[in-house]
C-alpha cells in the first residue's frame, strides 16, 4: 500500500484565499476551517498525530490492527524478488564458501604453524653412516587436505542448488581449476568425478611423494589458493544475486521490505 502526500505550494495561498470576500457566511467558514487544517500540516500537528498512533498500535499487544510480523508477510507478498535463488540457498553459498576459504588457509599457510613444516630426522644407513633428510607429518597433512576436500564437495553441493546463472557460471570456472591439475592430484591419490567432486584415498595419499603433495596444497600457486580465489568469485556472484531479492513492489517502487505504517514514521 503507497502513501503519497501531494501539496501543490503554488496554488495553497490562491485556494485559499478565493472565497474570502464573498457574502457567503459557510463559504467564509469553511475556508477559515481549511486555514485551520493547514496551519496544523505546517507545524506539523499532523504528523504527530499520525507517529504517535501507528507507534501505539505497534506496542499495543490488545491492539486489533495488524501485528508488525503481519505487516512484514504482506510487504513481502506484495513485493518482487528478481533473485533467481531463495536466502537460504544464498547463505548455504556464503557458509560453504567461507568453509572452503579456511580449509585453504590452513593448507597455504606458512611459518611454525604449517601442517608443512618438515621434522629433520637422522637416519643410520647399513653401512653405519648417517643421512639428514626432511620428514612431514603425512597424517597431520592428510587430515587437512581431506577437510579441505570436504568442504569443496559441499560447495559444490550448494552450487548446484543454485538456479543464477553468474553462480553457476562461477561454479564453472571453479570446477574447470579442478580440470587443470586433476592429473597431479591423481598422482597423490585425489580424483575428480562425474559429478565435479573430489575423492581422496587415504593410503595412496600418505604413499605419495611429499613434495608433490606440498607442491599442490602449499606453494603459491598451488590447487587450494586457486580454488580460494574461485571460491572469492563465487561468493560475489551470490552476493550480488541476493541484492535483487524483494527489490520493487507490484506497484514498481522501491520496497526493501518496508511494513506498513512504519512509512508514516519516516515520513513526519
Not at 481549511?34 to 504528523?47: A, E, H, T, V
Not at 579456511?102 to 653405519?128: H, M, P, Q, R, Y
Request: hydrophobic fraction near 30%; charge should be positive; proline fraction near 0%.
Amino acid at each position: 500500500m503507497a502513501y503519497n502526500i501531494n501539496m501543490n505550494m503554488k496554488n495553497d495561498y490562491s485556494f485559499l484565499f478565493s472565497g474570502m470576500g464573498s457574502g457567503s457566511a459557510s463559504g467564509g467558514l469553511g475556508n477559515l476551517n481549511f486555514l485551520s487544517d493547514y496551519g496544523s500540516i505546517k507545524n506539523g500537528s499532523y504528523g504527530k498525530l499520525l507517529k504517535a498512533y501507528y507507534n501505539k498500535a505497534e506496542n499495543d499487544n490488545t491492539s486489533t490492527s495488524v501485528s508488525k510480523t503481519e505487516r512484514e508477510s504482506i510487504s513481502n507478498k506484495l513485493s518482487t524478488s528478481l533473485a533467481k535463488d531463495s536466502a537460504k540457498i544464498l547463505t548455504d553459498i556464503d557458509k560453504a564458501v567461507g568453509k572452503v576459504k579456511e580449509s585453504a588457509d590452513a593448507l597455504t599457510s606458512k611459518g611454525k604453524d604449517s601442517v608443512f613444516n618438515a621434522k629433520e630426522i637422522i637416519a643410520e644407513n647399513e653401512d653405519g653412516t648417517t643421512t639428514r633428510k626432511q620428514q612431514y607429518d603425512m597424517d597431520a597433512i592428510y587430515k587437512a587436505v581431506s577437510g579441505f576436500v570436504k568442504d569443496y564437495n559441499s560447495l559444490v553441493d550448494s552450487i548446484g542448488k543454485s538456479g543464477s546463472a553468474n553462480v553457476q557460471k562461477a561454479g564453472s570456472n571453479m570446477s574447470n581449476i579442478t580440470s587443470l591439475y586433476s592429473k597431479n592430484l591423481e598422482k597423490v591419490g585425489i580424483k575428480v568425478g562425474a559429478d565435479k567432486k573430489l575423492s581422496i584415498d587415504e593410503d595412496t595419499f600418505k604413499k605419495a611423494d611429499a613434495s608433490k603433495v606440498k607442491s599442490l596444497f602449499n606453494d603459491s600457486s598451488s590447487f587450494a589458493r586457486n580454488i580460494s580465489s574461485q571460491a572469492s568469485f563465487v561468493n560475489y556472484a551470490a552476493s550480488r544475486e541476493a541484492q535483487k531479492a524483494n527489490t520493487y513492489n507490484n506497484t514498481g517502487y522501491y520496497n526493501n521490505n518496508y511494513a506498513i505504517g512504519d512509512l508514516f514514521n519516516s515520513i513526519f
